[in-house]
């Protein structure tokens, strides 16, 4: 069964960091593109970020290119989110994803609120 489980989100100030993980199992992590998708109070689902599965090809949505760094490691079947100069319209909840037998499979996410 595929398991997706974020952490790391919480209550920052506009201009601060954190950062996501996204612990996987179930699958072989290590194969397949993960995804960041995100979903804001009231709005649908807007996708984020990608990498593929050795890491080498990185896509961003413009509206957090040059701030957010996706990144992963197949050794510990995780994958990241680093998020720098947040903003308040960056206030949603954060999920990994991952395309798997047909599907979007996500986790249950992580809320993300920037605010001062």
């Known amino acids: 069964e595929v398991q997706l489980v974020e952490s790391g989100g919480g209550l920052v100030q506009p201009g601060g960091s954190l950062r996501l993980s996204c612990a996987a199992s179930?699958?072989?992590?290590?194969?397949?593109?993960m995804n960041w998708v995100r979903q804001a109070p009231g709005k649908g689902l807007e996708w984020i970020s990608s990498i593929n599965s050795v890491g080498s090809r990185l896509s961003y949505a413009d509206s957090v290119k040059g701030r957010f760094t996706i990144s992963r490691d197949n050794a510990k079947n995780t994958l990241y989110l680093l998020m720098n100069n947040l903003k308040p319209e960056d206030t949603a909840v954060y999920y990994c994803?991952?395309?798997?037998?047909?599907?979007?499979?996500r986790g249950q996410g992580t809320q993300v609120a920037v605010s001062s």
């Open positions: 994803a991952v395309g798997y037998q047909g599907s979007d499979r």
């Open positions: 179930g699958f072989a992590f290590r194969s397949y593109t």
